[in-house]
Nanobody
Framework: QVQLDETGGGLVQPGGSLRLSCVAS????????MAWYRQAPGKEREVVASITAGGRSIYAAAMKGRFTIDRNNAENAVYLQMDSLKPEDTAVYYCHAQIVRYLFDEPQDYWGQGTQVTVSS
């Protein structure tokens, strides 16, 4: 079994910062792409940022310059540093990973349980 465990959400004032963490554990041979998504009330889930195993990152336009994604391949972990937070960043943030469980396995999609981020004064 593979699971993703997220930590780091909470309540923060506008202009503040939060750092989200996600660690993959279980039967893992290799972790490919890792990403953060978010879903605000009444809206569809959207991608925030993604990062390849080689460290190449892509950001959604609204987060570029404010959010930073990075990963630790040795720990199967991905992080999201969020700065200059705005009320519209309020959402449940989900970790996603494409994981190969064993040699010759096809990459499988896994999701974390989600962590609430609320930006409010």
């Amino acid at each position: 079994q593979v699971q993703l465990d997220e930590t780091g959400g909470g309540l923060v004032q506008p202009g503040g910062s939060l750092r989200l963490s996600c660690v993959a554990s279980g039967s893992i041979f290799r972790v490919n792409r890792m990403a953060w998504y978010r879903q605000a009330p009444g809206k569809e889930r959207e991608v925030v940022a993604s990062i390849t195993a080689g460290g190449r990152s892509i950001y959604a336009a609204a987060m570029k310059g404010r959010f930073t994604i990075d990963r630790n391949n040795a720990e199967n972990a991905v992080y999201l540093q969020m700065d200059s937070l705005k009320p519209e960043d309020t959402a449940v943030y989900y970790c996603h990973a494409q994981i190969v469980r064993y040699l010759f396995d096809e990459p499988q999609d896994y999701w974390g349980q989600g962590t609430q981020v609320t930006v409010s004064s």
